[in-house]
């Protein structure tokens, strides 16, 4: 789960969406309440720390709604085929939102859903309202108003089916839209159409980015014989798509009891190794051992032989098969972001 | 009561809709507005007694975005 991408994405599609309707509401918020004090000097402090108050409650509501729906879709765990199905969707959506920022075709303006006016009414009402503590009920209300991307987000956060992820997924988007709401403030809202516009193009590469990569994983948990990394593997120029720095080695296969034994260490977004070289026809046991994090590592996967374990923090789990023939057995992470590879000889 | 079409440019996302149709029916004189983002047009059913196409564009125009009356 590449969080940076998440981050920069609300860094900018946030930007663009989150900004023009929450700053109004914001600004309105902090207007009706300048006029319960009977100075005319508008001080820049009076702004701030609403701005604070709102964006803290913001990410916080956000969070706690990244966990339940994270645990939710663990929970429905829908099949492991529906989480995937919904990690598909939420890439395609991504793609389709950033081709009507670009405006490619007209037709893509249907994908951008609107949210339901009774929630923006609700919200707005709460707006108006002349109490202290407006801006930070206005944060967390937010969540009731969320734009197409917001919504592709949290499509997303469903999908990792795991409660603390679905929260990072939403806490690092959010996190992504403060930065400009406090650089801007509540002027945001009065931003013209040419900076939205400019906004627009620089958020859709990150949208693009990020749909390619939930599309790429799903096509890498169905065992795809095309993917990001078997096309990159067959270009003659060296990329490195396995998600880390590149150390890999072959050693550490060691023959016990005429099964061929080799552990992996298992971190958030690699493995070590992450790549071995096995016998055919002789069977294979794979010591897996998850440290230093969570992350969607939690859960191994070998498509090819329809695999899946969940791993635990600090707990070594092992995956038993007899490779049949020659060739290479990816394995990948819960959403097929992260991989290692099986050489069979 | 009359109900006119506007055509209207520069909607950049789904939320601006919401922003338009919520100033508009803060007019005095106007019943509703509904802005689709899909179509580009935003409806609105309003009293020529209080409000005219005038005030309309130019509560939109304020807004950041421009209108054709349809």
Not at chain 1, 97 to 119: D, G, N, T
Not at chain 1, 169 to 178: N, R, S, Y
């Amino acid at each position: 789960m590449d969080l940076w991408l998440i981050f920069l994405t609300g860094l900018t599609v946030g930007g663009l969406t989150c900004m023009v309707v929450q700053g109004g509401l914001l600004a309105g918020a902090i207007a009706a309440h300048e006029e319960e004090k009977l100075s005319n000097v508008h001080h820049k402090r009076h702004i701030l720390w609403p701005t604070l108050a709102f964006l803290t409650t913001k990410l916080i509501a956000y969070t706690i709604l990244g966990f339940a729906l994270g645990t939710l879709g663990g929970y429905f765990a829908f099949s492991d085929t529906t989480r995937i199905i919904m990690q598909l969707v939420a890439g395609l959506y991504m793609i389709a939102v950033a081709m009507e920022l670009l405006h490619v075709h007209p037709i893509f303006k249907y994908v951008i859903i609107q949210p339901p006016k009774f929630l923006y009414k609700m919200v707005k009402s709460q707006s108006n309202s002349q109490e202290v503590f407006t801006p930070a009920l206005l944060g967390a209300m937010t969540i009731f108003i969320p734009c197409g991307t917001t919504l592709a987000m949290e499509t997303l956060a469903i999908s990792t089916g795991n409660g603390l992820l679905g929260a990072l997924v939403m806490a690092t988007f959010t996190l992504g839209t403060i930065p400009l709401f406090l650089g801007l403030g509540v002027a945001t809202s009065t931003l013209g159409h040419n900076f939205r516009a400019k906004f627009a193009k620089v958020a859709s590469a990150f949208l693009i980015y990020l749909g390619a990569t939930s599309i790429n994983g799903v096509l890498n948990i169905l065992g795809s014989p095309i993917t990001f990394q078997t096309l990159a593997a067959a270009l003659p120029i060296e990329i490195n798509l396995t998600g880390d720095n590149g150390s890999s080695s072959t050693a550490g296969v060691g023959l016990i009891n005429g099964v061929q034994v080799v552990d992996v260490s298992v971190f958030p977004t690699s493995y070590s190794p992450n790549r071995i070289q096995v016998k055919a026809g002789v069977p294979v046991k794979m010591n897996l051992t998850a440290t230093g994090g969570t992350g969607c590592t939690s859960f191994f996967r070998i498509p090819q032989l329809s695999i899946v374990k969940k791993l635990s923090q600090g707990v070594t789990e092992s995956v038993e098969f007899t490779p049949k023939s020659v060739g290479t057995l990816p394995w990948t992470c819960s959403m097929g972001m992260y991989n290692g590879v099986i050489e069979v000889i | 009561m009359i109900r006119k079409k506007f055509k209207l440019k520069d909607l950049d996302c789904g939320s601006c809709c919401l922003l338009i149709d919520s100033e508009l029916e803060t007019l005095d004189g106007v019943i509703f507005a509904k802005t689709s983002y899909g179509r580009c047009e935003c409806e609105i059913e309003f009293d020529p007694q209080k409000v005219d196409e005038r005030k309309i564009t130019e509560v939109i125009t304020k807004l950041g975005y421009s209108s054709i009356p349809l």
